[in-house]
């Protein structure tokens, strides 16, 4: 076992939900379920894209289950359409934008808010730290806004986006066995015990490494708001409130991306200078996201190589 010298705000004590061995704990039927339960609530048709500083003055290229959409900003508002210009098929996002329009490459084409024959701008929503995009798979219906999960007035966001090849629920899966933490990450993780499980979610008592033994327990619960979504938020413990937002967003058959967005808050006085410098800790918290990911996209790809061989 490792050593662990926690410091920090003091977590009361909780019983543990089993003193069993990770393995045992980890149980296969109870993240299906959860993961079936997850499926079961309706996204709107929404997927996550990536965060809003990516979408600028020039169009960008995504692949979205499938289909490309150029994404663009006219002025401050974020706008999304096909890719492929309804003239001969140039592709947009290899034009420009001028005066919130795009031009198109190939003969000069200008595409904006409203449709041309069959090529449609599509919805769009922009959260404030995420760009979102209407695009219902089959079984889903359209809703006016996303569900956004409650998120920390005061923060530093980071966000992090990867691919892999695996489907959504690969993503959601791995997220929602936090009892390979210690064993799979023990450059991150030190302990990690359950404090909480129901059905649909679970609440972990962990120690993050900070240096050597020494570490900063919290509790963190997993719950999935939707589908493609899982949301970690510290409930106890330094830093309680802030969040980490798990998306996946189905790229192509076979091909998933994780949006993941960590919003870090804190009610220490010291906090307020964190903030500020929130630019030059950003990069930071994104490259410990980044690290995580490396090893869980090989999981969830585990996942999806067992199934499909
Ligand atoms: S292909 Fe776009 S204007 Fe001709
Ligand atoms: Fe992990």
Redesign the pocket.
């Known amino acids: 076992m490792n050593r662990v010298i926690t410091f920090g705000r003091p977590l009361p004590p909780r019983p543990f939900v089993s003193s069993a061995p990770d393995w045992q704990q980890s149980s296969p039927r109870w993240i299906e379920r959860a993961l079936a339960i997850a499926k079961s609530r309706d996204c709107g048709g929404w997927h996550v894209v990536d965060t809003r500083r990516a979408v600028g003055a020039q169009p960008r290229r995504y692949r979205i289950d499938g289909n490309d959409i150029v994404f663009w900003r006219d002025g401050t508002e974020l706008r999304a359409a096909p890719d492929a210009?309804?003239?001969?098929?140039?592709s947009?996002s290899a034009?420009c934008v001028r005066d919130g329009e795009l031009v198109?490459?190939?003969?000069?084409?200008r595409l904006g808010r409203s449709a041309h024959g069959s090529w449609k701008p599509l919805r769009t929503f922009d959260d404030g730290v995420l760009v979102w995009l209407q695009l219902p798979r089959p079984g889903e219906t359209g809703s006016i806004e996303p569900a956004i999960t409650t998120r920390p007035e005061r923060c530093i966001d980071a966000t992090v986006r990867m691919e892999a090849i695996c489907e959504p629920d690969d993503v959601i899966a791995n997220r929602l066995d936090p009892w390979h933490g210690v064993h799979y990450h023990p450059h991150s993780f030190r302990r990690l015990n359950v404090v909480e499980k129901r059905e649909d979610e679970i609440t972990v008592r962990v120690a993050f490494g900070v240096l050597g033994p020494l570490s900063v327990e919290v509790d963190a619960r997993f719950h999935c708001p939707d589908a493609r979504t899982i949301a970690m938020t510290i409930v106890a413990g330094d830093g309680q409130g802030s969040v980490v937002e798990t998306h996946a967003t189905p790229v192509a058959p076979g091909r998933t991306a994780i949006i993941e967005t960590t919003l870090v808050t804190s009610d220490r006085a010291q906090f307020s200078v964190a903030l500020a410098a929130g630019a030059l800790l950003r990069p930071l918290i994104e490259r410990a996201a980044a690290r995580l990911w490396v090893e869980d996209i090989a999981y969830a790809e585990r996942r999806y190589a067992l199934r499909h061989g």
């Open positions: 210009c309804p003239h001969l098929g140039a947009l034009g198109c490459p190939w003969h000069g084409m």
